[in-house]
């Protein structure tokens, strides 16, 4: 392709984020999508300056330096400086960030830049940016950082802020190596408090460990380590913290941090202390503006010694800042919230900015008023267009509803009105100044615009239930057409005087994708081309084309071209349906042909139209369309296209921000511009102005709106560019009368009111008819209301409502017939049905006969049969579902139980005891205790091995067994109940990690022996309850059978097994515990019903083949001889003749009488004799019962106490497994803080020895400058003693005054030494040139070398000589200073790191004792086992505290000599109780003689008192007064009337007071403010005579100079001799001292051996 000619950005609007910056004193600058834009406070003048490569990231200013910096987007991304104003590329700097930076800062003074990226490398770094060279790095830990801020009082230090943490980074230098140290602040917490670090102690230092052992760091317990230990908090002891949200250095160096919470904090960057200035009130007092909040600190900025604060609350708040304390002295209210507030350089102006995009100007010297300076807004745009009837304005809108004109010259807002709404889209109208504006709602407002200043909505519509996504005005001002994600277009009177009629809508093949026009003026035609996507899928492209003709005249002129709903008939439409090849994302209709842009293959595509494809039919195939011309475009898509106004240039945009502008005949030739950065999301609309000279771009995601100029343009001829221009003109002219007409029409048109008028549609039309009774009323109003249509229905639905209303009008009449004949016809259905009710059962009908609608019952019952078969359905998967959770639990729970749990309750009492329920030991335990007991036999085979090797005493051997087996000392009673493991370790041998493991696994071996044995008896009990039950039940049978022969009616008690003694019922479920009918399939029914059939047949015939038992009953009673038992129940027969009379009785029937008395009365004895016997047995029956069960409920009881035996000696093992685990999980703790020093240690050693290379090689660098810097003082010092050679030819006289000029020396600003500032305060002078002192002094140095300084009669070339050589020597002096410095500095850092080195080594030094500590610890823990003991109650003779007693001071002492010794002292006791006792006796008596005499002693003293007083008593006047008065009250009256005197006259005194004070104080205010003025004068003499004095001291030690060389000679020559004297003097002593040696030698040779060597011999 060709890149022919070029555009030129006119200018900027938008507000990408709330970033202002000062670039100089009056002007202020900002980012706007992919520029920068300049804005003069003073004059509002605006400058922009595009960024070079793809959109602007991370941005700052410095108005100090008047220059800026940014980042771009995208990866690898640089850094671009620019000054200001010549908008110059300062420098592009390339670092190693990867994808974006998150914050940039420059330094006000000094060439520095610092940058932080983000992920992912996460690198804060600090440029140079006049070399080009990043001077050093740091990575970053967590998230990113939000901003940077250089201390402008020492650059060294560099504020950076994260969300929710602050960091200070000190950077230090040693020549040109740069090192930056970061300084975490510790931010308290949400309520005011310090957070308190954990005390992290590796081990008890004092030798003495606790019951729980060493104390280990909770990092160790959570076994941690490496960083995540040292980093470790825990959960309880985390709080939130304070967020920084604005933070602003102080003239101190101090930092001042605002938080979101309401807090003020003040940061000492040295110390890094944190003292809060300010904590929110939680009470809301009355003065709110005073009253700080949270919030109230969103910004923070410093003038002078005050504190500016603004936050979301709108005020402006200045605090004075005293200490600690703050005073908010004076507030503004504001007309929104700042988000940001910065002051200029001068610090006289200061900007507030908002988040909506106003900037206001605040001059709080010159108590000015607060001016808005910029008002833009903030949001995204949707879409720009020209305003056609006013050719110098274009017009925008947001997402927000914010519609704003802006002037095409200079780009200035003339107006705006806000809707209040979520708009989608926008387009303005041609012949009436007025725009239209779709919502999400699917609304479509006017809003008129023919007074620019203030726009007003005029009309409101609503087409759809989605947003509108098209609006489209023909270039005839003819129609509007709407189009929206429903396939529905609407089509609108454009013209105000029709006022915006709705002519009716279009229904398109699919989801509306684009929507171009094009009008043809002379057969008055209007051409809409719609894209329509049919897939349904995405509806961002489309392969349909559907080409509309629409005839102004018919459709306008005439009111029959639509249906009753509104749809435009299809004969006063002509349409074509295309297809396409490939789905375009937008497309534009030009003359004859179409241009679309292909998204998948990224092309733009040029159609031409068939012209056979104009049919008048709308449901023709679909007519195949082949692209004529293609030509790649942009990287990024979608596309937008865009026709100019003469139809013949075509302007494509994307997602890649960029614009290209082409002619329709040669599409691969294009000029373009990078409007708009890609990485957010490229442009979002765009429109030529009427004249297509004038292109306006707004971006998607950037709020930022661009106006550009076509300049240059070669792919068009100068004729060309005319003929659009004249094109535009042409159009304007023809439209001038319509509208001038049309716009008159529009002013006049009320505002639109949402309270009085409401949507365009139909309401319900209800007819007025005479009802039949309420409740059909009620029936034909509920039909009614269901067709009226809501209130938020459309356009479209009112129309459907009006046809509805219409339809209810027309058939009103027969719907009221047909509900009379309805309810007659109910009536009488009624009636037949309760005469049916009242019928006998053979007569009645059943209730469906009476139901007229059979299809309706029919799907009535196969609905009902739906819903059952759906809950059966339900329910069996829930039962199967619960089934599947019976069997797992059954499976886990009960199956796995080797012993099921159960209990034994006893029989006559509560008394219940359990078993242990057990499972199954798994192999892999059977395993690991089969290699226990292993190891064990063959540790004890070893064992008793070496003692037979080294002949142990046999007795000794058997009193250790005799101990090891000693209750006492094994710490648990289990080898009494069956825990018996001849394997187990002693308590006292068990050290290491592994026997501890070893012996938990035989104690659980011994809880299980334990638990089965004890089962074991259990399963014995139980089997005898069986057994007594069953012989209980035996018993009850036989006592069952006496009492029915006594006849009696008393119930048996009869014992059974409970639910706990018979778990397993648990799992099965009866038939008497369902209390609900069981459901039966006609299956099981029917089945039920033969087996009921077949039992009954087969009694019958049992009954009629027992013809045998039959007789026997009717005989013999069913027996064939008589039992024993019968005899009670036996009867003598009477005689028949007893019935007669005795009288008539015969001699016979008399005898058979008394036979029959004599059987009766045997039959009596007999009787009763054997119901004795059955009585008996009974009592003898029950008293077995009661005993058995007796005996049974003893041996339960006893079972119970095995029980609870059983509980203490599993109790016993558990805490000793307990004890053991806790040994081994603090051994396991000790082991992981061992790992963490090690860890620690190994990155100490790493770091010593890496700070000891850096240290090794900046004390060579820093050895180097010193001696740079000595040749520097040599070389200025031979400058000095060569100044007399020099001028060896001048006279002595004139040479001592050319001295005294040599040494003189200009007053300018001496350079501070480094020295005297703290550790980072030198930083406030590296950032200054070097250059800078010497450039000052050799202006200085200007006026000295003037010639009327010259001496009188000195030649000028002499004086020239000597200007050159004094200025040599100036230059010298400084560079000596410079050197001076800069060795300073480096012996400064120099020092820093070698105190760096050595706290490396003393941390390696203690890490090492601390391990060697731990180690100690570790031995000393493991050696000192925790030992479980037996004691019986009352043998514990130590004290216990509090919850567990500490035994490490206890002796085991046999308990006979402990009672002894108890007897003693009882003994002892009692004796001194008696002496006591008699003592306190006695005692008590003479304490009570002592206080008897006192007590006389005093009452005599006070007798005598008393008489010396009445003796020396005067009676005075007011005694007297008091006697003679008789009443009190007259005294007292006069006492308060003289007191009350004495207070007037008090008072008046005191007011005189007073006001002689207040006097007094006025005249010392006068003295104190003329002493002021005094000072103030003072203080500039002072000042003028410390200039003098600072001359005189120069001049002083100029003259001095030469007179002190000649002393300095005479000194020098006084120490050689000196020194010569002091080195003889030296000489003898030292030959004396030889001498002297060889004697004390020849005296010990003299003297050998000697008595020293004799003694240590």
């Not at 026709?643 to 030739?669: K, N």
């Given at each position: 392709?060709?890149?022919?000619?070029?555009?030129?950005?006119?200018?900027?609007?938008?507000?990408?984020?709330?970033?202002?910056?000062?670039?100089?004193?009056?002007?202020?600058?900002?980012?706007?999508?992919?520029?920068?834009?300049?804005?003069?406070?003073?004059?509002?003048?605006?400058?922009?300056?595009?960024?070079?490569?793809?959109?602007?990231?991370?941005?700052?200013?410095?108005?100090?330096?008047?220059?800026?910096?940014?980042?771009?987007?995208?990866?690898?991304?640089?850094?671009?400086?620019?000054?200001?104003?010549?908008?110059?590329?300062?420098?592009?700097?390339?670092?190693?960030?990867?994808?974006?930076?998150?914050?940039?800062?420059?330094?006000?003074?000094?060439?520095?830049?610092?940058?932080?990226?983000?992920?992912?490398?996460?690198?804060?770094?600090?440029?140079?940016?006049?070399?080009?060279?990043?001077?050093?790095?740091?990575?970053?830990?967590?998230?990113?950082?939000?901003?940077?801020?250089?201390?402008?009082?020492?650059?060294c230090q560099i504020c950076a802020v994260k969300s929710k943490t602050l960091t200070i980074w000190n950077v230090e230098r040693c020549g040109n190596y740069h090192l930056m140290n970061p300084s975490a602040v510790d931010l308290p917490a949400t309520d005011g408090s310090a957070i308190e670090c954990e005390a992290n102690p590796s081990h008890m230092l004092n030798g003495k460990m606790t019951h729980l052992g060493p104390q280990m760091p909770t990092?160790?317990?959570?076994?941690?380590?490496?960083?995540?230990?040292?980093?470790?908090?825990?959960?309880?002891?985390?709080?939130?913290?304070?967020?920084?949200?604005?933070?602003?250095?102080?003239?101190?160096?101090?930092?001042?941090?605002?938080?979101?919470?309401?807090?003020?904090?003040?940061?000492?960057?040295?110390?890094?202390?944190?003292?809060?200035?300010?904590?929110?009130?939680?009470?809301?007092?009355?003065?709110?503006?005073?009253?700080?909040?949270?919030?109230?600190?969103?910004?923070?900025?410093?003038?002078?010694?005050?504190?500016?604060?603004?936050?979301?609350?709108?005020?402006?708040?200045?605090?004075?800042?005293?200490?600690?304390?703050?005073?908010?002295?004076?507030?503004?209210?504001?007309?929104?919230?700042?988000?940001?507030?910065?002051?200029?350089?001068?610090?006289?102006?200061?900007?507030?900015?908002?988040?909506?995009?106003?900037?206001?100007?605040?001059?709080?010297?010159?108590?000015?008023?607060?001016?808005?300076?910029?008002?833009?807004?903030?949001?995204?745009?949707?879409?720009?267009?020209?305003?056609?009837?006013?050719?110098?304005?274009?017009?925008?809108?947001?997402?927000?509803?914010?519609?704003?004109?802006?002037?095409?010259?200079?780009?200035?807002?003339?107006?705006?009105?806000?809707?209040?709404?979520?708009?989608?889209?926008?387009?303005?109208?041609?012949?009436?100044?007025?725009?239209?504006?779709?919502?999400?709602?699917?609304?479509?407002?006017?809003?008129?615009?023919?007074?620019?200043?203030?726009?007003?909505?005029?009309?409101?519509?609503?087409?759809?239930?989605?947003?509108?996504?098209?609006?489209?005005?023909?270039?005839?001002?003819?129609?509007?057409?709407?189009?929206?994600?429903?396939?529905?277009?609407?089509?609108?009177?454009?013209?105000?005087?029709?006022?915006?009629?709705?002519?009716?809508?279009?229904?398109?093949?699919?989801?509306?994708?684009?929507?171009?026009?094009?009008?043809?003026?002379?057969?008055?035609?209007?051409?809409?081309?719609?894209?329509?996507?049919?897939?349904?899928?995405?509806?961002?492209?489309?392969?349909?084309?559907?080409?509309?003709?629409?005839?102004?005249?018919?459709?306008?002129?005439?009111?029959?071209?639509?249906?009753?709903?509104?749809?435009?008939?299809?004969?006063?439409?002509?349409?074509?349906?295309?297809?396409?090849?490939?789905?375009?994302?937008?497309?534009?209709?030009?003359?004859?042909?179409?241009?679309?842009?292909?998204?998948?293959?990224?092309?733009?595509?040029?159609?031409?139209?068939?012209?056979?494809?104009?049919?008048?039919?709308?449901?023709?195939?679909?007519?195949?369309?082949?692209?004529?011309?293609?030509?790649?475009?942009?990287?990024?898509?979608?596309?937008?296209?865009q026709l100019s106004p003469h139809q013949a240039w075509l302007a494509t945009v994307g997602r890649d921000g960029l614009l290209r502008i082409c002619e329709i005949s040669t599409m691969d030739r294009y000029v373009q511009l990078q409007c708009h950065s890609c990485w957010q999301d490229g442009v979002g609309s765009v429109c030529f102005t009427p004249d297509s000279q004038t292109i306006i771009t707004t971006g998607l995601r950037d709020g930022s709106?661009?106006?550009?100029?076509?300049?240059?343009?070669?792919?068009?001829?100068?004729?060309?560019?005319?003929?659009?221009?004249?094109?535009?003109?042409?159009?304007?002219?023809?439209?001038?009368?319509?509208?001038?007409?049309?716009?008159?029409?529009?002013?006049?048109?009320?505002?639109?009111?949402?309270?009085?008028?409401?949507?365009?549609?139909?309401?319900?039309?209800?007819?007025?008819?005479?009802?039949?009774?309420?409740?059909?009323?009620?029936?034909?109003?509920?039909?009614?209301?269901?067709?009226?249509?809501?209130?938020?229905?459309?356009?479209?639905?009112?129309?459907?409502?009006?046809?509805?209303?219409?339809?209810?009008?027309?058939?009103?009449?027969?719907?009221?017939?047909?509900?009379?004949?309805?309810?007659?016809?109910?009536?009488?259905?009624?009636?037949?049905?309760?005469?049916?009710?009242?019928?006998?059962?053979?007569?009645?009908?059943?209730?469906?006969?009476?139901?007229?609608?059979?299809?309706?019952?029919?799907?009535?019952?196969?609905?009902?049969?739906?819903?059952?078969?759906?809950?059966?359905?339900?329910?069996?998967?829930?039962?199967?579902?619960?089934?599947?959770?019976?069997?797992?639990?059954?499976?886990?729970?009960?199956?796995?139980?080797?012993?099921?749990?159960?209990?034994?309750?006893?029989?006559?009492?509560?008394?219940?005891?359990?078993?242990?329920?057990?499972?199954?030991?798994?192999?892999?335990?059977?395993?690991?205790?089969?290699?226990?007991?292993?190891?064990?036999?063959?540790?004890?085979?070893?064992?008793?091995?070496?003692?037979?090797?080294?002949?142990?005493?046999?007795?000794?051997?058997?009193?250790?067994?005799?101990?090891?087996?000693?209750?006492?000392?094994?710490?648990?009673?289990?080898?009494?109940?069956?825990?018996?493991?001849?394997?187990?370790?002693?308590?006292?041998?068990?050290?290491?990690?592994?026997?501890?493991?070893?012996?938990?696994?035989?104690?659980?071996?011994?809880?299980?022996?334990?638990?089965?044995t004890f089962n074991k008896e259990f399963e014995a009990v139980y089997k005898q309850k069986e057994q007594e039950i069953h012989r209980v039940r035996e018993k009850n049978k036989r006592i069952s059978e006496i009492m029915t022969e006594l006849d009696l009616s008393e119930t048996l008690w009869e014992p059974n097994l409970t639910d706990n003694e018979c778990p397993e019922r648990a799992l099965t479920v009866t038939d008497a515990e369902i209390k609900?009918?069981?459901?039966?399939?006609?299956?099981?029914?029917?089945?039920?019903?033969?087996?009921?059939?077949?039992?009954?047949?087969?009694?019958?015939?049992?009954?009629?083949?027992?013809?045998?038992?039959?007789?026997?009953?009717?005989?013999?009673?069913?027996?064939?001889?008589?039992?024993?038992?019968?005899?009670?129940?036996?009867?003598?027969?009477?005689?028949?003749?007893?019935?007669?009379?005795?009288?008539?009785?015969?001699?016979?029937?008399?005898?058979?009488?008394?036979?029959?008395?004599?059987?009766?009365?045997?039959?009596?004895?007999?009787?009763?004799?054997?119901?004795?016997?059955?009585?008996?047995?009974?009592?003898?029956?029950?008293?077995?019962?009661?005993?058995?069960?007796?005996?049974?409920?003893?041996?339960?009881?006893?079972?119970?106490?095995?029980?609870?035996?059983?509980?203490?000696?599993?109790?016993?093992?558990?805490?000793?497994?307990?004890?053991?685990?806790?040994?081994?999980?603090?051994?396991?703790?000790?082991?992981?803080?061992?790992?963490?020093?090690?860890?620690?240690?190994?990155?100490?050693?790493?770091?010593?020895?890496?700070?000891?290379?850096?240290?090794?090689?900046?004390?060579?660098?820093?050895?180097?400058?010193?001696?740079?810097?000595?040749?520097?003082?040599?070389?200025?010092?031979?400058?000095?003693?060569?100044?007399?050679?020099?001028?060896?030819?001048?006279?002595?006289?004139?040479?001592?005054?050319?001295?005294?000029?040599?040494?003189?020396?200009?007053?300018?600003?001496?350079?501070?030494?480094?020295?005297?500032?703290?550790?980072?305060?030198?930083?406030?002078?590296?950032?200054?040139?070097?250059?800078?002192?010497?450039?000052?002094?050799?202006?200085?140095?200007?006026?000295?070398?003037?010639?009327?300084?010259?001496?009188?009669?000195?030649?000028?070339?002499?004086?020239?000589?000597?200007?050159?050589?004094?200025?040599?020597?100036?230059?010298?002096?400084?560079?000596?200073?410079?050197?001076?410095?800069?060795?300073?500095?480096?012996?400064?850092?120099?020092?820093?790191?070698?105190?760096?080195?050595?706290?490396?080594?003393?941390?390696?030094?203690?890490?090492?004792?601390?391990?060697?500590?731990?180690?100690?610890?570790?031995?000393?823990?493991?050696?000192?086992?925790?030992?479980?003991?037996?004691?019986?109650?009352?043998?514990?003779?130590?004290?216990?505290?509090?919850?567990?007693?500490?035994?490490?001071?206890?002796?085991?002492?046999?308990?006979?000599?402990?009672?002894?010794?108890?007897?003693?002292?009882?003994?002892?006791?009692?004796?001194?109780?008696?002496?006591?006792?008699?003592?306190?006796?006695?005692?008590?008596?003479?304490?009570?003689?002592?206080?008897?005499?006192?007590?006389?002693?005093?009452?005599?003293?006070?007798?005598?008192?008393?008489?010396?007083?009445?003796?020396?008593?005067?009676?005075?006047?007011?005694?007297?007064?008091?006697?003679?008065?008789?009443?009190?009250?007259?005294?007292?009256?006069?006492?308060?009337?003289?007191?009350?005197?004495?207070?007037?006259?008090?008072?008046?005194?005191?007011?005189?007071?007073?006001?002689?004070?207040?006097?007094?104080?006025?005249?010392?205010?006068?003295?104190?403010?003329?002493?002021?003025?005094?000072?103030?004068?003072?203080?500039?003499?002072?000042?003028?005579?410390?200039?003098?004095?600072?001359?005189?001291?120069?001049?002083?030690?100029?003259?001095?100079?030469?007179?002190?060389?000649?002393?300095?000679?005479?000194?020098?020559?006084?120490?050689?001799?000196?020194?010569?004297?002091?080195?003889?003097?030296?000489?003898?002593?030292?030959?004396?001292?030889?001498?002297?040696?060889?004697?004390?030698?020849?005296?010990?040779?003299?003297?050998?051996?000697?008595?020293?060597?004799?003694?240590?011999?």
């Amino acid at each position: 392709m060709d890149v022919l000619g070029n555009l030129e950005v006119r200018w900027v609007q938008g507000f990408t984020n709330g970033t202002f910056n000062f670039v100089d004193k009056k002007t202020a600058c900002y980012t706007c999508g992919n520029f920068i834009v300049f804005l003069n406070v003073e004059t509002e003048t605006r400058k922009t300056l595009q960024s070079p490569a793809s959109g602007i990231g991370a941005f700052t200013a410095s108005g100090h330096c008047r220059c800026l910096a940014f980042s771009d987007l995208g990866l690898n991304p640089s850094i671009f400086v620019y000054n200001y104003p010549e908008l110059e590329l300062m420098c592009e700097l390339k670092g190693a960030c990867k994808l974006g930076y998150t914050a940039l800062a420059l330094c006000d003074t000094g060439p520095y830049l610092v940058s932080s990226s983000s992920k992912p490398d996460h690198t804060i770094t600090l440029w140079n940016w006049e070399s080009m060279i990043p001077l050093c790095s740091h990575p970053l830990f967590g998230e990113d950082i939000t901003a940077l801020v250089f201390n402008p009082m020492n650059w060294c230090q560099i504020c950076a802020v994260k969300s929710k943490t602050l960091t200070i980074w000190n950077v230090e230098r040693c020549g040109n190596y740069h090192l930056m140290n970061p300084s975490a602040v510790d931010l308290p917490a949400t309520d005011g408090s310090a957070i308190e670090c954990e005390a992290n102690p590796s081990h008890m230092l004092n030798g003495k460990m606790t019951h729980l052992g060493p104390q280990m760091p909770t990092s160790a317990v959570a076994g941690l380590s490496g960083d995540k230990a040292d980093s470790f908090v825990p959960l309880k002891r985390i709080k939130t913290k304070l967020c920084p949200s604005a933070i602003c250095w102080s003239t101190s160096s101090d930092l001042y941090v605002g938080c979101k919470e309401g807090f003020l904090l003040c940061v000492n960057p040295d110390t890094l202390l944190v003292s809060v200035l300010y904590k929110p009130q939680t009470e809301v007092t009355d003065d709110s503006e005073m009253s700080l909040q949270e919030g109230s600190f969103q910004s923070l900025v410093l003038q002078d010694c005050n504190l500016f604060a603004a936050g979301i609350e709108g005020i402006l708040r200045k605090i004075l800042m005293k200490g600690n304390k703050l005073e908010v002295v004076q507030t503004w209210a504001l007309d929104e919230a700042a988000s940001a507030i910065c002051f200029s350089p001068d610090g006289e102006t200061l900007l507030l900015t908002s988040n909506t995009g106003c900037v206001y100007r605040f001059k709080p010297l010159l108590k000015d008023e607060i001016v808005k300076v910029l008002d833009v807004l903030c949001g995204d745009f949707v879409a720009v267009s020209p305003l056609y009837t006013d050719r110098s304005v274009c017009l925008s809108v947001r997402e927000a509803g914010d519609i704003q004109l802006w002037a095409l010259d200079d780009g200035h807002c003339m107006g705006s009105i806000s809707l209040q709404t979520h708009v989608t889209s926008m387009a303005c109208c041609l012949v009436a100044q007025y725009v239209v504006v779709g919502t999400a709602t699917g609304d479509v407002l006017f809003v008129e615009m023919t007074t620019k200043q203030k726009p007003r909505l005029v009309h409101r519509v609503n087409f759809y239930h989605v947003p509108v996504d098209h609006l489209v005005f023909d270039q005839g001002g003819n129609f509007l057409i709407t189009g929206a994600s429903d396939s529905r277009m609407f089509v609108l009177n454009a013209r105000p005087s029709k006022r915006f009629e709705v002519i009716g809508w279009i229904e398109a093949p699919g989801a509306i994708v684009s929507l171009s026009t094009q009008y043809q003026k002379e057969s008055r035609q209007v051409k809409v081309l719609v894209l329509c996507s049919k897939t349904g899928r995405e509806i961002n492209e489309g392969n349909v084309l559907l080409l509309l003709t629409l005839f102004v005249q018919q459709l306008t002129g005439s009111t029959s071209c639509v249906d009753v709903h509104g749809r435009l008939h299809e004969d006063v439409l002509h349409s074509c349906l295309y297809e396409l090849p490939h789905a375009l994302c937008s497309c534009v209709l030009a003359t004859n042909k179409i241009f679309g842009y292909c998204q998948q293959r990224k092309v733009l595509q040029s159609f031409s139209i068939p012209e056979s494809g104009e049919k008048h039919s709308n449901l023709q195939e679909a007519v195949q369309l082949i692209p004529e011309m293609e030509a790649g475009r942009h990287f990024l898509s979608p596309a937008l296209l865009q026709l100019s106004p003469h139809q013949a240039w075509l302007a494509t945009v994307g997602r890649d921000g960029l614009l290209r502008i082409c002619e329709i005949s040669t599409m691969d030739r294009y000029v373009q511009l990078q409007c708009h950065s890609c990485w957010q999301d490229g442009v979002g609309s765009v429109c030529f102005t009427p004249d297509s000279q004038t292109i306006i771009t707004t971006g998607l995601r950037d709020g930022s709106l661009v106006c550009s100029k076509l300049s240059r343009l070669k792919l068009s001829e100068a004729g060309k560019a005319n003929a659009a221009t004249q094109y535009g003109q042409s159009i304007a002219d023809s439209f001038e009368s319509v509208v001038s007409s049309e716009n008159t029409v529009l002013s006049e048109i009320t505002d639109w009111d949402s309270q009085t008028q409401s949507f365009t549609r139909y309401t319900s039309v209800h007819t007025g008819e005479v009802n039949l009774n309420e409740k059909m009323s009620h029936e034909a109003e509920q039909e009614e209301n269901f067709f009226a249509s809501p209130t938020s229905s459309t356009w479209l639905d009112g129309k459907i409502d009006a046809v509805l209303q219409e339809e209810i009008q027309q058939y009103a009449e027969t719907k009221k017939n047909l509900r009379r004949n309805i309810k007659v016809l109910r009536d009488r259905i009624k009636a037949m049905m309760e005469e049916n009710a009242n019928l006998a059962d053979m007569e009645k009908l059943e209730q469906q006969e009476f139901n007229l609608d059979v299809e309706e019952q029919q799907r009535l019952l196969v609905e009902g049969e739906q819903e059952v078969t759906r809950v059966r359905k339900e329910i069996e998967m829930e039962n199967l579902a619960k089934c599947y959770q019976r069997e797992v639990l059954k499976r886990e729970c009960w199956d796995s139980m080797q012993v099921k749990g159960k209990a034994i309750k006893a029989f006559h009492s509560e008394n219940e005891v359990k078993n242990y329920p057990m499972k199954e030991r798994t192999e892999k335990e059977l395993e690991e205790l089969h290699r226990v007991e292993t190891t064990r036999q063959i540790e004890l085979e070893d064992s008793q091995l070496q003692e037979v090797i080294l002949n142990t005493n046999v007795g000794e051997k058997n009193e250790e067994e005799a101990a090891e087996d000693s209750p006492a000392l094994t710490g648990s009673l289990s080898a009494l109940y069956g825990g018996i493991n001849p394997y187990l370790y002693n308590q006292f041998n068990l050290h290491v990690r592994e026997q501890k493991i070893n012996q938990i696994t035989l104690l659980k071996d011994v809880i299980y022996k334990v638990k089965s044995t004890f089962n074991k008896e259990f399963e014995a009990v139980y089997k005898q309850k069986e057994q007594e039950i069953h012989r209980v039940r035996e018993k009850n049978k036989r006592i069952s059978e006496i009492m029915t022969e006594l006849d009696l009616s008393e119930t048996l008690w009869e014992p059974n097994l409970t639910d706990n003694e018979c778990p397993e019922r648990a799992l099965t479920v009866t038939d008497a515990e369902i209390k609900v009918e069981k459901y039966l399939t006609p299956e099981q029914k029917e089945k039920e019903e033969k087996l009921r059939e077949e039992d009954k047949r087969q009694m019958l015939a049992a009954k009629s083949d027992n013809m045998r038992d039959q007789a026997l009953n009717v005989m013999m009673g069913g027996v064939l001889e008589l039992k024993k038992e019968d005899v009670l129940r036996m009867e003598v027969p009477q005689p028949e003749f007893m019935s007669k009379p005795e009288v008539q009785w015969t001699e016979e029937e008399r005898k058979s009488f008394k036979e029959f008395e004599k059987k009766a009365k045997e039959l009596s004895e007999e009787q009763e004799k054997y119901r004795k016997t059955l009585e008996t047995e009974m009592k003898k029956l029950l008293t077995s019962i009661k005993e058995a069960t007796q005996m049974f409920d003893e041996r339960l009881t006893k079972l119970f106490e095995r029980k609870v035996k059983s509980e203490m000696v599993v109790y016993q093992e558990e805490l000793k497994i307990a004890n053991l685990v806790h040994s081994i999980e603090t051994e396991e703790e000790i082991l992981s803080r061992e790992k963490q020093l090690s860890l620690k240690l190994e990155k100490a050693r790493i770091l010593k020895n890496e700070i000891g290379e850096e240290l090794k090689k900046h004390r060579e660098t820093v050895d180097e400058v010193r001696e740079a810097y000595d040749n520097t003082v040599s070389e200025d010092k031979l400058l000095d003693k060569g100044f007399r050679k020099e001028f060896y030819d001048i006279p002595g006289h004139k040479i001592d005054q050319l001295y005294k000029l040599y040494k003189r020396r200009p007053r300018v600003q001496k350079m501070k030494s480094q020295t005297e500032n703290s550790l980072f305060k030198e930083g406030a002078h590296l950032g200054t040139a070097p250059s800078d002192g010497l450039s000052l002094m050799m202006k200085a140095m200007e006026e000295l070398d003037a010639p009327e300084n010259m001496l009188e009669g000195l030649d000028p070339v002499v004086w020239e000589r000597f200007c050159l050589a004094r200025r040599a020597k100036v230059e010298s002096e400084q560079k000596v200073k410079l050197k001076a410095l800069t060795l300073a500095e480096m012996q400064a850092f120099l020092q820093r790191r070698t105190d760096e080195d050595e706290k490396a080594q003393l941390e390696i030094k203690n890490l090492i004792d601390e391990l060697n500590g731990l180690c100690e610890e570790k031995m000393r823990f493991r050696l000192d086992s925790m030992v479980q003991i037996v004691l019986h109650q009352g043998q514990v003779e130590v004290e216990a505290e509090d919850f567990i007693a500490d035994y490490t001071d206890a002796l085991l002492i046999h308990r006979g000599g402990i009672e002894d010794l108890n007897g003693t002292i009882r003994a002892l006791g009692d004796q001194k109780i008696a002496c006591m006792v008699e003592c306190k006796d006695f005692r008590k008596g003479i304490i009570q003689q002592e206080w008897d005499h006192m007590r006389m002693r005093m009452q005599l003293e006070d007798l005598g008192n008393k008489a010396r007083d009445i003796q020396t008593l005067r009676i005075t006047q007011e005694i007297q007064d008091y006697l003679n008065e008789t009443s009190n009250d007259n005294m007292v009256s006069k006492q308060l009337t003289t007191l009350e005197r004495t207070v007037d006259l008090q008072k008046t005194t005191h007011q005189k007071k007073i006001e002689a004070c207040k006097k007094q104080i006025k005249h010392l205010d006068r003295q104190d403010v003329q002493m002021q003025e005094k000072n103030a004068a003072l203080d500039l003499r002072m000042a003028d005579m410390e200039i003098t004095v600072a001359e005189r001291r120069n001049v002083f030690e100029a003259v001095a100079m030469g007179d002190d060389q000649e002393t300095e000679t005479e000194k020098n020559y006084q120490d050689i001799i000196l020194r010569k004297k002091l080195l003889s003097i030296v000489g003898a002593q030292s030959e004396e001292i030889h001498a002297l040696r060889a004697e004390v030698e020849r005296l010990r040779m003299k003297n050998f051996p000697s008595l020293s060597q004799l003694h240590y011999n």
